[in-house]
């Protein structure tokens, strides 16, 4: 959960969550298997029934729970960072799922990866039409057929793994 001010002596450390922390590849890529809740933590006092799970000192703060509802932990201040935040992530993950979570993002970034060579290759054969000679075509329709199934093919290999980590809990989905 990230919990959100609208104070101003806060803003650049808002902003800065915001642009870096969230946009963090390996936070990213780990989010994927967690629901992201962003709630205003200036409505969030004492006297809220969830306040100690939420509750901490300052604002803004990420909150990591478990499938359960329990509070794996907070990130706050100086301490909240891309890096921390994946420590967290990690540790939740393990008290749900069975794969971990380190080499699905590992896995992942390398599907991206290959995603990438492949779409750097249709920019190529793209550009090439452009200024194609006259029967030379049919290379260039072969060649971007091949590489439109071996994106097909990462795009496939992607979601068995997102649903095989899915699919292979230790806990119940509630």
Do not use: C, H
């Not at 329709?141 to 292979?168: G, I, N």
């Amino acid at each position: 959960m990230y919990l959100t001010t609208s104070s101003d002596a806060a803003a650049k450390q808002t902003t800065n969550v915001d642009q870096g922390l969230t946009k963090d590849e390996n936070v990213a890529l780990a989010a994927r298997l967690f629901r992201a809740v962003r709630l205003n933590g200036d409505k969030i006092a004492k006297e809220n029934p969830y306040w100690s799970t939420l509750g901490g000192q300052s604002l803004p703060r990420m909150v990591v729970v478990d499938t359960s509802g329990q509070k794996i932990g907070s990130l706050e201040g100086n301490d909240l960072s891309a890096s921390n935040l994946f420590k967290q992530m990690k540790k939740a993950a393990a008290k749900t799922y069975k794969a971990d979570l380190e080499k699905v993002v590992k896995e992942s970034r390398g599907l991206l990866d290959e995603m990438d060579q492949i779409e750097a290759k249709q920019k190529l054969v793209a550009e090439r039409k452009k200024t194609i000679k006259p029967g030379k075509e049919k290379d260039l329709v072969t060649e971007e057929t091949k590489l439109a199934e071996q994106m097909k093919d990462v795009q496939a290999r992607e979601a068995d793994l997102l649903k095989k980590v899915a699919e292979d809990r230790k806990v119940t989905k509630a």
